[in-house]
């Protein structure tokens, strides 16, 4: 009986995994009605403008919040970046954190005595919808091309690395990391984009977290992204991250957030990057999407 119903989780899951990545790379593909509906009322939230955004769905974090959310380490190497190195922000909505790094008047705080590095890195922010303002315009306008760049029209699954290129910091701030609805795969190619020695650094909220006990946020409601073996045990996030190949992962609890956020560096540190895939089985729209991942073995 143990063993029939684990078949039949697992099947179920392949079934779906099937269906979600047809209809995530293509809208028009059959998809069972209710997952079919649940990514439509995703696309229009990604679609929404003016009135219409819903209001947890926030895409104008400063470059403070970002520091502020992300593990510590983003800012130290965010200021030891020289104008020969790149940032990819994932999921960067109207790019404000890349427009305040920017900024002719913003210095990245540095140690003290730290030598200058002779200016910015180069920037490429990603968004699935194009929300660049009038500052974005008028930035780019006064920066040489190679520094800052906006890809918008396609998921991070969609680029290959002919296109990106590779990156010494790749930030997501309740990006895609947050909304893809195929979490290993989004993980496979982020640290395809990351250079050797190169930092990810990116956030999950109402997670359970790796050291402290922390409750769903909302009474009667799962955490936002939950992950599980074929046995229904739990597999933590920050677990799961820590038993990819290449690289070296720590994760904090913040709960300076509504809801508290688990933030994660992860470091790669050689090229042979294999992440163990998630097999997507639940995905509810939302800013973020509540979903759900059963652990491949
Ligand atoms: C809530 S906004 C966050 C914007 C920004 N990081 C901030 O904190 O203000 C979510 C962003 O993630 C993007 N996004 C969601 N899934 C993505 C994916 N798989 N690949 C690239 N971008 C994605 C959306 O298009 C949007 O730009």
């Known amino acids: 009986m143990k063993t029939l119903s684990i078949c039949t989780i697992a099947l179920i899951g392949l079934l779906i995994l099937r269906t979600v990545a047809a ?7 059959p998809a069972p ?3 079919k509906d649940e990514f439509s009322k995703q696309e229009n939230i990604y679609r929404s403008q003016g009135d219409a955004v819903p209001e947890g ?7 403070a919040l970002y520091s502020d959310a992300l593990h510590p380490e983003f ?34 705080p540095r140690p003290y005595g730290t030598p200058a590095v002779g200016g910015k890195a180069q920037v490429v922010a990603i968004s699935i919808e194009d929300r660049r303002t009038p500052l974005w315009q008028s930035t780019a306008a006064r920066l040489p091309d190679r520094q800052l760049k906006y890809l918008t029209g396609k998921r991070l699954r ?7 290129g590779r990156f010494r910091i790749i930030t997501d701030v309740i990006g895609g990391f947050s909304y893809s609805a195929d979490l ?11 250079d050797l020695n190169g930092s990810f650094y990116t956030v999950l909220q109402d997670v359970h977290s790796e050291s402290v006990g ?31 190949s290449c690289v070296e992962v720590s994760c904090e609890f913040k709960t300076g ?41």
């Open 23 to 29: 209809t995530a790379a293509d809208q028009t593909d």
């Open 33 to 35: 009605a209710p997952l």
């Open 57 to 63: 769905y926030t895409v104008d974090r400063t470059l």
């Open 75 to 108: 800012s130290r190497s965010l200021a030891a970046m020289g104008p020969q190195e790149r940032w990819l922000d994932i999921g960067a909505g109207s790019g404000r954190a890349v427009l305040d790094y920017l900024a002719p008047d913003y210095e990245p």
């Open 158 to 164: 969609d680029y290959t690395l002919a296109e990106l």
């Open 184 to 194: 290993s795969l989004f993980m496979q190619k982020a640290l395809d984009f990351l």
């Open 214 to 244: 922390n409750a769903p946020y909302y009474k009667d409601a799962p955490y936002l992204t939950e992950i599980r073996n074929a046995d229904g045990s739990e597999v933590k996030v920050c677990s799961w991250l820590k038993s990819i």
């Open 257 to 297: 957030w509504k809801p508290p956020i688990e933030t994660f560096h992860i470091r790669k540190i050689c090229d042979e990057v294999k992440v163990p895939a998630l097999i997507p089985v639940h995905f509810q729209a939302g800013t973020p999407p509540e979903r759900r991942f059963l652990l491949a073995r």
